[in-house]
């Protein structure tokens, strides 16, 4: 913690067994006499050091809403963080040996995070209302207060007519919905507008299909199925129980105030230059189209799409992209990991034992966390809870980098309302164990994933975690590309393997890997190297060689998809020697020069074959001079064919322009037509 900021620290009214001196010798820094009741009694000491030019680290998290109003009263110019040490430690029965863990969150909560790019989006309120019964027209009703609202109606029974027509009504059954908050699209099947004359039952219009319309804003009480998939993500678009009263009025109470200019975080970032989608129709990498719950990622030929509208952030498109082309910036890698870098070595330095990293998203999972401390026993003394916008968004980088760095284990606790989203996150744990098993460091799983709703047992697993001694910490950068990093997190855990295997074999559609090729299938045609998006595989000009780096090799599939001999084939695997740094050969032929220049043009192999196959036996190549074509290079062979009294090239002779001359030769019948044509 540096010396331009102040810590506030309070015990919340003695609840927690905060230590002064503890504290001061963990962070390094006097913190200063301990509050009782910061937000109460004592809340002048906040106001005191908000008027300060320091930087403020506030211990509480719960009353951060009055903190921020009395600050703003005072027109404090103060940066003020707040950190949940209550929850997270001073409320468990081990809160007495916390001090190592409450340090490490204190000196933590100093380090700021690059913030994501922002996207502007328009609302201009235009909500529309799909539904049946008298619930929809009561929440139409409700919403037409803030909004502009329209009632389209999936059933027109059990339906009363309000007496005003402030509400446009219409019947019809959507059939497609596309776009995002602000820009959403509509298409409608048997759409007709209530006629004005309506008495009794319910009288439309005449019906019409694919009857179109945008809206800003969708609240789907419909009942049926949503109209988007993981539509949980999608900002402006509602999909609720008709007949869950509290679910509706949550949803108009969020719906009503979503109006006028915002501004959401674009998450991710695309480099198309390095993607491994695919390459000339011929289809590599589908790892993100298949992962996105949200259904923004769309294919796009060679490159994908993703709209940064309709994402909404759980980046498990960044946790399995195999070459980096997709980054996750909220926050990015780079942040994230040097976080948990301090967090371990803040951590070790105040005395804490045996860190386990508790990865759990802002929402559920904090909810969760609350729960096990108000109670139950609350978190065990090294379970470090560290909260990210969405669990899903830890890739094997990520997670293989906490062991890496000092950490025991690494628990991620995933959102059970979002179970069905959890293939990405499983397969990088995977992964990730595979790898350390693999290096004989994995005597349990050091890395597993919580997917529960009872907090009685998310806490019994907590607490009855096996005891693994962490790895020694190797602090590293996190500058570079995802594979540059990885790289140095595997060059770091194979130094503390007492095997040191040269390789070790993964799971299958793993991004790190060799490449085999049938040597009697391969005919050099080198298709397969202008496939590859990292330039794994290359050729050397003017040579018949294929080589391959296999540090480079993402799997993507795209060389064994072009190849059209199917000569390739992939192995799954992470190389620790030297030479999967540099180019090797994968298969080479004896090159065969051209018997009229003697530059080298083919492969040996294929000449010889071609000729077999063709000399003497084809009507182009049916005599000696003929088949002497197929082992000339290219130029040698149209040249050959220009001198040969066959030229499949020549035409016929071009007449010679006439001149004055010629027409005076021509009246005195000295000349005849055959005289024009040029004499070759």
């Given at each position: 913690m540096g010396e331009k900021t102040r810590c506030l620290v309070c015990n919340c009214e003695k609840t927690m067994p905060l230590d002064e001196k503890k504290l001061s010798k963990a962070l390094g820094t006097d913190i200063g006499q301990i509050n009782i009741s910061l937000c109460r009694a004592q809340l002048s000491n906040f106001e005191k050091a908000a008027q300060t030019d320091q930087d403020l680290i506030v211990a509480c998290t719960q009353e951060a809403p009055l903190f921020h109003e009395v600050a703003e009263e005072l027109g404090s110019n103060s940066n003020i963080t707040f950190v949940n040490i209550r929850e997270a430690a001073g409320w468990s029965k081990e809160a007495h040996k916390a001090s190592p863990k409450i340090a490490a969150l204190l000196n933590n909560a100093a380090h700021q995070n690059a913030p994501a790019r922002?996207?502007?989006?328009?609302?201009?309120?235009?909500?529309?209302?799909?539904?049946?019964?008298?619930?929809?027209?009561?929440?139409?009703?409700?919403?037409?207060?803030?909004l502009s609202v329209t009632l389209l109606l999936s059933d027109a029974e059990d339906f009363i007519l309000p007496t005003t027509g402030e509400i446009p009504i219409y019947r019809g059954d959507i059939t497609k919905a596309e776009?995002?908050?602000?820009?959403?699209?509509?298409?409608v099947d048997n759409y007709a507008p209530l006629r004005p004359a309506s008495r009794g039952s319910l009288d439309f219009a005449v019906a019409r299909n694919n009857a179109t319309s945008k809206c800003s804003l969708i609240l789907d009480m419909s009942g049926g199925t949503a109209l988007f998939t993981g539509h949980q993500h999608r900002d402006g678009y509602q999909h609720v129980d008709p007949n869950d009263p509290t679910s509706v009025l949550r949803s108009i109470i969020k719906l009503s105030e979503m109006v006028g200019e915002f501004e959401k975080p674009i998450y991710i970032d695309y480099n198309a230059d390095i993607c491994a989608h695919s390459r000339s129709k011929k289809q590599g990498c589908n790892k993100c189209l298949d992962v996105c719950p949200a259904g923004a990622i769309l294919d796009a030929g060679d490159i994908v799409e993703i709209d940064s509208g309709i994402c909404g952030g759980c980046g498990s498109c960044h946790s399995v992209c195999p070459t980096g082309a997709i980054n996750y910036q909220y926050p990015q890698r780079n942040?994230?990991?040097e976080r948990l870098q301090n967090l371990l070595s803040s951590y070790a330095k105040a005395g804490g034992k045996n860190p386990v990293f508790l990865m759990h998203d802002e929402t559920s999972g904090s909810e969760m966390i609350s729960a096990i401390a108000r109670y139950g026993e609350g978190l065990p003394a090294n379970i470090i809870p560290y909260a990210l916008h969405a669990t899903t968004s830890l890739g094997h980088v990520e997670m293989t980098g906490m062991i890496a760095s000092g950490a025991s284990q690494v628990i991620c606790l995933a959102n059970p309302e979002r179970r069905d989203e959890l293939s990405g996150l499983e397969t990088e744990v995977e992964l990730s164990n595979s790898i350390l098993n693999g290096l004989g460091l994995n005597d349990e799983n050091r890395i597993?994933?919580?997917c529960e709703t009872n907090p009685d047992k998310v806490e019994a697993t907590l607490w009855t975690l096996p005891d693994i001694k962490p790895l020694k910490s190797e602090i590293f950068?996190?500058?570079?590309?995802?594979?540059?990093?990885?790289?140095?997190?595997?060059?770091?855990?194979?130094?503390q393997s007492k095997q040191k295997p040269d390789f070790i074999a993964l799971p299958q559609n793993a991004p790190?890997?060799?490449?085999?090729?049938?040597?009697e299938a391969c005919t050099l045609c080198m298709a397969c190297t202008s496939?590859?998006?990292?330039?794994?595989?290359?050729?050397?000009?003017?040579?018949p060689k294929l080589r391959f780096t296999q540090s480079a090799c993402v799997q993507c599939g795209l060389c064994v998809n072009t190849c059209p001999e199917k000569a390739l084939s992939l192995v799954p695997q992470l190389s620790f020697t030297a030479s999967a740094m540099q180019p090797e050969t994968l298969y080479e032929e004896e090159p065969f020069e051209c018997i009229s220049c003697g530059t080298p043009f083919a492969t040996k192999s294929t000449i010889e074959r071609i000729s077999e196959q063709l000399a003497g036996k084809h009507s182009m190549y049916e005599?000696?001079?003929?088949?002497?074509?197929?082992?000339?290079?290219?130029?040698?062979?149209?040249?050959?064919?220009?001198?040969?009294?066959?030229?499949?090239?020549?035409?016929?002779?071009?007449?010679?322009?006439?001149?004055?001359?010629?027409?005076?030769?021509?009246?005195?019948?000295?000349?005849?037509?055959?005289?024009?044509?040029?004499?070759?």
């Open positions: 922002l996207k502007s989006i328009q609302s201009d309120g235009m909500c529309l209302i799909y539904g049946s019964g008298e619930p929809a027209l009561e929440a139409a009703k409700l919403l037409s207060e803030k776009g995002s908050f602000g820009k959403f699209s509509i298409a942040d994230t990991l597993q994933v919580i950068q996190t500058i570079g590309s995802k594979r540059d990093i990885a790289r140095i997190i595997f060059s770091n855990l194979h130094q790190y890997g060799r490449l085999d090729i049938d040597k496939a590859c998006p990292t330039s794994a595989i290359t050729d050397m000009p003017g040579e005599n000696e001079e003929r088949s002497s074509l197929i082992k000339m290079c290219d130029n040698c062979r149209v040249e050959a064919q220009a001198n040969s009294s066959n030229d499949p090239f020549s035409a016929s002779p071009r007449p010679r322009p006439r001149t004055t001359q010629d027409y005076i030769s021509a009246e005195k019948g000295e000349l005849t037509a055959k005289d024009f044509l040029i004499d070759d």
